[in-house]
C-alpha cells in the first residue's frame, strides 16, 4: 500500500511481558516518529529517526522502551516489562526531510492499540 | 517547553452550523501549524498545514487561520455535515523534520 503500515493492530499483553510493535513507513521517506496516544488525549512524542539515526528519544518515557531502524526504513518500538500505564495506542509516523519540501506533513499510520492486563 | 490547549473538548452542534475549534500554544516561535482529523480506532489525517509565515489556509469547507503574536489558530467549518464528526487535533511543529506537539484533541458530533 501506498501509507504506513503498522502491525499488529491489536495487541493483548499481561503485565511484565515483553512486546515489539511494527511501523512500515511510505518508501522512500526518511524521517520516521513514534507517538503514544493514551484515551482520550493527543499524541505524545517518542522517538525520531532520520535514516537509521535516532535523533531524538527524548519522549521514551523509561528505559523499558527501545526503539530501532537497523536499515533505515522498517522500524520497531519495543516495550520491555510492560506495565499496565503502557497501554495506550502507538502511532508511527513518516516524513521527508526538509531539503525535499519545506511543506511535509506527517503520514500517520492507524497504530497499535496496547493492551495491558 | 511548548504547551498546546484545544478547547473545548467536545462540542455538539447541529448539521449545517458552522463548525470554530480553537487552538492555542504557550511557544510562538514555531514552524508551522497542522490541523489533523481522527476517526475512532484509526489514525491521523492531515486537514491544513499553515507555514509560520502564513496567516491562513483553505481547503474547501475548511478555513484555518493562525496568529503567532497572540498564540493563536482556529479551524472554521463551514457547513458541518454528519461526516464531520471525529476528533480534530492541533500540532504546532518548532523546526522542519522536527517532533509535533499535539493539543488534547476536540472531539465534534455533528448531529443530523
Known amino acids: 500500500g501506498a501509507g504506513v503500515s503498522q502491525s499488529p493492530r491489536y495487541k493483548v499483553a499481561k503485565r511484565g511481558q515483553d512486546v515489539a510493535l511494527r511501523c512500515d513507513p511510505i518508501?522512500?521517506?526518511?524521517?520516521l516518529f513514534w507517538y503514544q496516544q493514551a484515551l482520550g488525549q493527543g499524541p505524545e512524542f517518542l522517538t525520531y529517526?532520520?535514516?537509521?539515526?535516532?535523533?531524538?528519544k527524548s519522549g521514551l518515557p523509561s528505559d523499558r522502551f527501545f526503539a530501532e531502524r537497523p536499515e533505515g526504513s522498517v522500524s520497531t518500538l519495543k516495550i520491555q516489562r510492560t506495565q499496565q500505564e503502557d497501554s495506550a495506542v502507538y502511532l508511527c509516523?513518516?516524513?521527508?526531510?526538509?531539503?525535499?519540501?519545506?511543506?511535509?506533513?506527517?503520514?500517520f499510520g492507524d497504530g497499535t492499540r496496547l493492551s495491558i492486563l | 517547553k511548548q504547551e498546546v490547549t484545544q478547547i473545548p473538548a467536545a462540542l455538539s452542534v447541529p448539521e449545517g452550523e458552522n463548525l470554530v475549534l480553537n487552538c492555542s500554544f504557550t511557544?510562538?516561535?514555531?514552524?508551522?501549524l497542522q490541523w489533523f482529523r481522527q476517526d475512532p480506532g484509526k489514525g491521523l489525517t492531515s486537514l491544513l498545514l499553515?507555514?509560520?509565515?502564513?496567516r491562513e489556509q483553505t481547503s474547501g469547507r475548511l478555513n484555518a487561520s493562525l496568529d503567532k503574536s497572540s498564540g493563536r489558530s482556529t479551524l472554521y467549518i463551514a457547513a458541518s455535515q454528519p461526516g464531520d464528526s471525529a476528533t480534530y487535533l492541533c500540532?504546532?511543529?518548532?523546526?522542519?523534520?522536527?517532533?509535533?506537539?499535539f493539543g488534547g484533541g476536540t472531539r465534534v458530533l455533528v448531529k443530523p
Open positions: 509516523a513518516s516524513s521527508l526531510p526538509r531539503r525535499y519540501s519545506s511543506n511535509q506533513p506527517q503520514n
Open positions: 500540532a504546532a511543529i518548532k523546526a522542519a523534520g522536527n517532533k509535533l506537539t
Open positions: 518508501s522512500g521517506h526518511v524521517s
Open positions: 511557544d510562538s516561535a514555531i514552524y508551522n
Open positions: 499553515i507555514q509560520s509565515s502564513q
Open positions: 529517526f532520520q535514516n537509521e539515526a535516532q535523533l531524538d
